[in-house]
């Protein structure tokens, strides 16, 4: 593999770059164009309905996306360009981590909005849990990837380092579903014991519930994939496949996004509709949870 400062096109043969291809100009730019869509359309659905931590993390990630694959543009025009490689590196890996906090802070409000008594535990306690988690898999992967760029992607420690990111992130994704489904089965039980109220849930709600089951199964698939992907290293035969990662890294990613703009929480529920929790974990006696239609 031929190094960052001494190749060009004119000089060197594609194959001995980190990539071994080309990043497509044409696929690329349609990436930073549809999250330059999602961008706006997060922060007019936040503006709306208020949702200002959840927006905030969603638009950080789309962000760190345009920034991401601006530096495959970059390489595109040279593969061997260093900022590009940099960029794209930092920027690409860790920016998912942002659309999984912004997920984990649903699950917080969808406990609130149906019945704090049918969580195992007190609502605040998946701020505590979960926020945390997603900074540690953030640095990680941040390390890892700026450990990197500063070796052209020749230090296994970089390597693994991002690896461990990435599996904490997959683990802690796979808690959320687990805590997920086991407060949805308690709710459905309180339910039928009468220990909860029997509620109208609106189609908003049934909405926003399927498509953020969708946007979480997507970005776990992309996890999964960068697990794999970089399990051989930069030597392996995944990170030499752009169709692979065109699909399997971009696709999956834009399509969470989308799907939380779809699914938005704040046609449901905004931080706004939230008061502070008791010990217990049950509503204070002056909160009130407001139903929208849309």
């Known amino acids: 593999m031929a190094g960052f400062g001494n190749c060009t ?51 950080c990630g789309c962000a760190s996306e345009m920034i991401g694959y601006g530096g495959r543009i970059m390489m595109s025009g040279n593969p061997w360009n260093f900022t590009g490689f940099m960029l794209q590196i930092v920027c690409v890996t860790f920016a998912p981590v942002f659309f999984t906090a912004a997920i984990y802070v649903t699950l917080y409000r969808t406990v609130l909005y149906l019945s704090p008594t049918s969580s195992r535990f007190a609502p605040r306690i998946y701020y505590i849990l979960f926020i945390p988690c997603d900074i540690i898999s953030l ?17 296994q420690s970089a390597i693994n380092i991002a ?33 909860v109220r029997t509620q109208n849930i609106p189609a908003t709600f049934k909405i ?8 979480t199964l997507c970005i776990l698939v992309r996890c999964v994939y960068r697990i794999d992907e970089l399990s051989n290293g930069y030597q392996g035969p995944l990170i030499h496949n752009e169709g692979l990662f065109i699909g399997l890294e971009g696709v999956m990613v834009i399509a969470a996004v989308f799907a939380l703009n779809v699914g938005h929480p704040g046609r ?11 010990e217990d974990g049950t509503l204070s006696e002056t909160t009130q949870i407001k139903h929208r239609d849309g």
Request: with cysteine.
């Open 9 to 59: 096109l004119d000089t060197c043969n594609v194959k001995a770059s980190i990539f071994q291809y080309r990043p497509s100009l044409g696929a690329n730019a349609a990436f930073i164009a549809l999250f330059g869509i999602a961008f706006v359309l997060h922060l007019l659905q936040g503006l709306r309905w208020r949702t200002w931590t959840f927006m905030g993390l969603v638009l």
């Open 139 to 155: 640095v990680l992967q941040a390390i890892g990837g700026a450990k990197s760029t500063q070796t052209s992607g020749s230090s």
């Open 163 to 195: 690896l461990a990111g990435l599996g904490f992130q997959v683990g802690t994704l796979c808690i959320f579903i687990a805590l997920s489904l086991d407060f949805a089965l308690r709710y459905r039980r309180d339910l039928q014991t009468g220990a």
């Open 208 to 215: 926003f519930a399927s498509f953020l089951t969708l946007s």
């Open 268 to 278: 449901v529920f905004t931080e706004a509709d939230v008061a502070p929790q008791s």
